[in-house]
């Protein structure tokens, strides 16, 4: 999933993420700009070889 569209899974979450003690939307929106670039592609090849493998 790319980062443009957590924002959305972000923002309808808001609530319970800042129950969160330490965590908030501003540092997971971070985090996910950091992060996606390299593990979109990598969930993709995952699921992939998941799905390759029931047959």
Do not use: Y
Not at 8 to 19: F, L, S
Not at 22 to 42: D, K
Request: glycine fraction near 10%; aromatic fraction near 8%.
């Amino acid at each position: 999933m790319s980062a443009k569209n957590f924002e959305g899974w972000w923002m309808g979450h808001v609530v319970e993420i800042n129950r969160v003690a330490g965590l908030s939307v501003t540092e997971l929106r971070s985090e996910t700009a950091r992060l996606a670039p390299e593990s979109a592609p990598l969930g993709q090849r995952c699921l992939r070889e998941w799905l390759e493998g029931l047959r």
